[in-house]
T-cell receptor, first 116, second 111 residues
Framework: DARVTQTPRDKVTEMGQEVTMRCQPI?????VFWYRQTMMQGLELLAY????????DSGMPKDRFSAEMPDATLATLKIQPSEPRDSAVYFC??????????????FGEGSRLTVL | TQLLEQSPQFLSIQEGENLTVYCNSS?????LQWYRQEPGEGPVLLVT?????EVKKLKRLTFQFGDARKDSSLHITAAQPGDTGLYLC???????????FGAGTQVVVTP
């Protein structure tokens, strides 16, 4: 049963601490997305990788957020230092894209981050 | 400002009624998708439309892509409590398939 796996599911931390979220995309998928979901903003695109190359991270606050794919089985999203306004559910999604055809995105269950 | 505007934001109806959710933009999309999200879970794909004017049916759900590929609608016939959820439209504009989402429409169907 192929699925996107995210850890941690829940994280409570204090302002100023470093937070790392991890995602294991579905094997064989060539795209990975990081989204942040809040009641006010909905699903915001933070970063987008295709074949492990970062294509777009314009949605991320560059001074504190970083996203990487060290290998095809792992994507990471790091926040350093974290702030209360970063509190949200962070979703990772993977898919198999061809050209401009996005294909179906498969989402993980999300990482709920609370920064106190 | 959302690239994709969804309306209404919230919809509460009785079982058996019909409903329509709209997704509008000033931009042209190469493809548009609809997802449904339930509490504590990630969104799940319902349908993808790629051709202007395309209509797709999924049981009691009917999806339409506008002729100009800038807007879409989702119509549910005879809604059931199991249709309750957050409905999200998502569009890809660039040649790399970057997918951006609307804010969503929360649908509540009561028995």
């Amino acid at each position: 049963d192929a699925r996107v796996t995210q850890t941690p599911r829940d994280k409570v931390t204090e302002m100023g601490q470093e937070v790392t979220m991890r995602c294991q995309p579905i094997l064989g998928h060539n795209t990975v997305f990081w989204y942040r979901q809040t009641m006010m903003q909905g699903l915001e695109l933070l970063a987008y990788f295709r074949n492990r190359a970062p294509l777009d991270d314009s949605g991320m606050p560059k001074d504190r957020f970083s996203a990487e794919m060290p290998d095809a089985t792992l994507a990471t999203l790091k926040i350093q230092p974290s702030e209360p306004r970063d509190s949200a559910v962070y979703f990772c999604a993977s898919g198999l894209a061809s050209g401009a055809n996005t294909g179906e995105l498969f989402f993980g269950e999300g990482s709920r981050l609370t920064v106190l | 400002t959302q690239l994709l505007e969804q309306s209404p934001q919230f919809l509460s109806i009785q079982e058996g009624e019909n409903l329509t959710v709209y997704c509008n933009s000033s931009s042209v999309f190469s493809s548009l998708q609809w997802y449904r999200q339930e509490p504590g879970e990630g969104p799940v794909l319902l349908v993808t439309v790629v051709t202007g004017g395309e209509v797709k049916k999924l049981k009691r759900l009917t999806f339409q892509f506008g002729d100009a590929r800038k807007d879409s609608s989702l119509h549910i016939t005879a809604a059931q409590p199991g249709d309750t959820g957050l409905y999200l439209c998502a569009g890809a504009r660039d040649s790399w398939g970057k997918l951006q989402f609307g804010a969503g429409t929360q649908v509540v169907v009561t028995p």
